[in-house]
């Protein structure tokens, strides 16, 4: 269809040029997916197999994930190249990329370049640029050690993040300078992603163009010949790509940069659109697969903004504010305008204080380049210099941090992709068909848009219970008025905890039920703590799995926590607790296939009554405590369904409390079967209405004089949501 219309343009050399490009980027591509979908590793999947490898990227500890009610381990992920095969008595010479996952820590100090020697079982991957992914659990044996280079390189890396400091600011600046995370804190990550700052931290296009215009403009008290220079100046932008790592993004990046310098050095921004184009081949040539690629479709669209729109929006903001105000404005506007589709595909919002979060953090951006790069060449022999240029830098990489913290904070636009684009197709044909007052028809759209934004927005005025959407997990919030609540269970994952805290409005939390130590109970802890006071904590009589149960504690160093037994009552604002189990003593139980244990049975079970509603949540109880409790229950309004609406329940029990609205926190395509189809029909049987986070999202429910009301997050028309 492409080449149809282009032919109907009359231009024979386009089509020309394009079947050619088509050609080309289809062979390469074919000839990448013939190599990695006929090896020897492809005819060995699930069973052990000898393989020698050599190492291509750094290894990286995985981030810290739940996986079930267990904190999953941590392995180590990097990608290598495998050289040769043995499996079935049969040996194979190959060169083909793998990923190897492992949590053997012998890995950790393996360097791009060394060779390796396990054995592993390979398996299909969804990484494209791979032939397998392959886990090892056993030995590894390192077979060379790395070359002076390769150690050269490792000791400037290790020199800047060993001191570059501690706390958020001290874990910034190797990223900005390196890309190197790793002293990132999950939560710090999470308001750098939600404030749009992430680009910061990853090596972008804009690090090679700050250092590559550095080593040009350092170069002149040196070299006169311009000629000379560049030269200069392409040698270390080539060193530069081997300390940061020749990552696919990272090539990409250097490209990306090349066209800036390219457009900026010969001031003809007409001219730049062309090496875009050539520096998209170029990557696209050299490694198929960034085509399938979200970041590099990022650096493409990012760069273009800049070329494209940034210097009409310069002219537009001129009008109305000083020249050099708009130019900072103009780049992070056009960056984000033209990244929007992509960013909304990946995370499913749109964060407009990133452009205000970016105005903030430009000023520092090139400081912090510069010296930090110093520091880091300098680290290896006078690591005291080192530390007093770190010291110089911590002070704006400390004002990125807060204006991440700070841009985190408020609201982004939740959408999707197809939303956007059908409000992008709106906005062309409006301008289009409406030649004159198009844009006052534009803003008289926008506005409605956001009023009935603000109109269905969860949870929508007054609530009294809700059920966050964590995912796998519990967390419900009972509200006790002016920005208070309690607060049962925080589900596994910190960020969506404090999301759903942030959109009910709480900042104070006086009692805190943590009904048992599993992780998808208590590993959303930290985004629960994040700006927000917590005066009581009600914890489990039984501190298992002690892993959980120390890191709460330490999590909640200063307050109070108090073991919550039966018989144990207690009375906030109008809200009446009353604890119904465990005992003060552990019990033993026998254990339900797959999913009993005694730890489910020691969970906190409550009953909490208001003169407006009356609920009963009791973690992940199961039958035998549910039968022990059939004479302390009775009729409720609300019930949390016990552990995630697991097949597990007592019929009885359910009976006895015959709620009226039956809340099941629950994640989405979770592999357990939650919530089970015949807990779901029973409660159905029984008159209850039956709400699941896994379908509904959010839950929040007003009560009055036991009147039930519910609004779900996911229901209605939303052409997008406030977050």
């Not at 409790?629 to 369904?641: C, M, P, Q, S, T």
Request: net charge positive.
């Amino acid at each position: 269809m492409a080449i149809f219309f282009i032919s109907l343009a009359g231009k024979k050399v386009r089509v020309l040029i394009f079947i050619a490009a088509l050609l080309l980027g289809s062979t390469v591509m074919s000839l990448r997916q013939q190599s990695l979908a006929n090896n020897a590793i492809r005819s060995f999947m699930d069973q052990p197999i000898d393989i020698t490898a050599q190492v291509s990227t750094d290894p990286t500890l995985s981030a810290p994930k739940v996986s079930g009610s267990y904190f999953a381990i941590r392995n180590y992920t990097f990608l290598a190249r495998a050289i040769f095969v043995s499996a079935g008595g049969k040996n194979f010479e190959l060169r083909v990329p793998i990923r190897i996952v492992t949590p053997n820590k012998i890995v950790a100090d393996l360097l791009p370049g060394q060779q390796i020697h396990f054995r592993g079982t390979a398996v299909l991957s969804k990484e494209a640029r791979v032939a397998a992914l392959v886990f090892v659990k056993g030995d590894i044996e390192i077979r060379t050690q790395a070359s002076r280079w390769a150690r050269s390189l490792a000791a400037i890396r290790n020199g800047l993040c060993v001191n570059s400091g501690t706390g958020d600011a001290g874990a910034l600046i190797p990223g900005m300078v390196l890309g190197d995370t790793s002293k990132q804190s999950v939560e710090f990550k999470a308001d750098m992603k939600r404030s749009g700052l992430t680009h910061l931290v990853a090596v972008s296009g804009a690090n090679f163009a700050i250092v590559s215009a550095f080593v040009l403009w350092a170069m002149q008290f040196f070299i006169r010949s311009l000629r000379w220079r560049l030269g200069a100046t392409a040698i270390f932008l080539a060193s530069f790509i081997a300390l940061v790592r020749p990552s696919p993004s990272v090539l990409r990046a250097a490209a990306m940069a090349a066209v800036l310098l390219v457009a900026k050095g010969s001031r003809r921004p007409s001219d730049s659109l062309p090496a875009l184009g050539f520096a998209i081949a170029a990557v696209v040539i050299g490694d198929p697969f960034q085509a399938r690629d979200a970041g590099f479709a990022l650096s493409v669209l990012a760069t273009a903004g800049l070329l494209l729109f940034a210097p009409r929006i310069v002219d537009w903001l001129s009008k109305y504010l000083p020249a050099l105000m708009s130019q900072a404005l103009a780049l992070p506007i056009a960056a984000t305008v033209f990244c929007s589709p992509v960013l909304i595909a990946l995370s499913g919002y749109l964060a407009p204080m990133s452009v205000i979060a970016n105005l903030f953090a430009a000023p520092a951006v090139a400081p912090i380049t510069i010296i930090g790069f110093i520091a880091a060449l300098i680290s290896p022999i006078a690591p005291f210099v080192t530390r007093i240029l770190i010291w110089v830098i911590h002070f704006p990489a400390a004002f990125i941090t807060w204006s991440a913290h700070w841009a985190a904070q408020f609201p982004v636009l939740q959408m999707s992709s197809a939303v956007l684009l059908l409000l992008l197709v709106a906005l062309w044909f409006t301008r289009t068909l409406l030649r004159e007052h198009w844009k006052k028809y534009v803003a008289i759209a926008l506005c409605f848009l956001l009023l009935f934004t603000w109109i269905s927005r969860w949870p929508g005025g007054d609530w009294n219970v809700a059920n966050c959407d964590i995912g796998q997990g519990d967390s419900s919030v009972i509200n006790l008025g002016n920005h208070r609540a309690i607060v049962i269970d925080v589900g596994p994952d910190a960020a969506l905890e404090d999301a759903c805290l942030k959109a009910l409005g709480i900042r104070e939390i006086p009692l805190l039920i943590l009904t048992h130590f599993h992780a998808d109970h208590v590993e959303g802890l930290p985004g629960l703590l994040k700006r927000r006071k917590v005066g009581q904590v009600w914890v489990s009589s039984n501190t298992d799995p002690i892993f959980e149960s120390i890191r709460v504690q330490s999590w909640l160093k200063g307050v109070q926590i108090i073991t919550a037994t039966r018989g144990m009552q207690s009375t906030i604002s109008n809200i009446a607790i009353n604890v119904l189990w465990p005992q003060a003593t552990t019990q033993q139980f026998a254990s339900n296939p797959g999913d009993g244990s005694s730890i489910n049975n020691s969970s906190i079970a409550a009953m909490i009554t208001s003169p407006d509603f009356s609920l009963f949540a009791a973690g992940d109880l199961e039958p035998p405590v549910q039968e022990l409790l059939r004479a302390d229950v009775g009729h409720v309004d609300i019930y949390k369904v016990c552990h995630h609406g697991s097949k597990y329940q007592d019929p009885e029990f359910m009976a006895l409390l015959s709620p009226a609205i039956a809340m099941i926190s629950v994640g989405e395509g979770n592999t357990y079967g939650h919530p089970a189809p015949q807990t779901v029909r029973a409660l159905t049987r029984l008159g209850a209405r039956v709400v699941r986070t896994d379908t509904d999202g959010a839950i929040a429910i007003k009560a009055k004089n036991h009147l039930l009301s519910i609004k779900l997050a996911r229901s209605g028309i939303h052409i997008f949501r406030l977050g």
